[in-house]
């Protein structure tokens, strides 16, 4: 493959997938890390994209848009099953468990509608529409609607828990904004958690 394909090919991948990792397309174009560097660099001055510790991010200003759950969805799919199967794992009939939007806790949703006796809060839509016709119990914690991923943020929604129930949160959780890219939705975060 010439230098400008893999180039062509490089930005094609950071457009559809909002980023890219060097690892990842060394090893997708069985190349060395330091072309993979060279090419995003070179890419980079020419203002093609952003260059990022360890990758890239797209230049232009739709990489800030709150994606849709659609493409969301199509991201480390197998990894979210995997997060689902171990977290639904930690869940018990009896529970009460707090589930954040997100596609990965959409997949915790999935794989916990058969338990017993469990109790839901949520502020996504979604994961309330998921678990619509099963046994378990939904709360939704209201709020403002977000227009692509569907949850609710509320500056501080006051949740009633006897015990420390398992909370499972679509993002790391972090003082940043940058986190969910919105500082209203961190706030909820972090309200829920201190509930």
């Given amino acids: 493959m010439l230098a400008e394909e893999r180039r062509r090919k490089i930005l094609e991948l950071t457009q559809r997938d909002g980023r890219v990792v060097v690892k990842d397309l060394a090893r997708r174009f069985s190349t060395s890390l330091i072309t993979i560097r060279k090419d995003l660099e070179s890419l980079h001055q020419m203002g093609r994209l952003q260059r990022a510790h360890g990758g890239a991010l797209p230049i232009d200003a739709t990489a800030l848009r709150d994606p849709t759950l ?27 468990v707090i589930l ?84 209203l939705l961190i706030c909820s975060k972090r309200a829920r958690i201190a509930s």
Wanted: proline share 7%.
């Fill in 100 to 183: 954040d939007s997100g596609t990965t806790t959409t997949a915790i949703a999935r794989a916990i509608k058969h338990i017993r006796d469990l109790t839901v809060i949520t502020n996504a839509v979604n994961i309330a529409a998921e678990l619509a016709g099963t046994d378990v119990e939904v709360i939704l914690t209201g709020g403002v609607l977000r227009r692509n991923s569907f949850p609710w943020w509320v500056p501080s929604p006051k949740i009633p828990c006897g015990t420390s129930p398992p909370i499972f949160c679509s993002s790391p959780w972090t003082d940043s904004i940058l986190s969910t890219g919105l500082l």
């Fill in 70 to 96: 659609h493409e969301k969805e199509q991201l480390h799919r197998r990894e979210k099953l995997k997060i689902a199967a171990a977290a639904a794992r930690l869940v018990r009939p009896g529970h009460v």
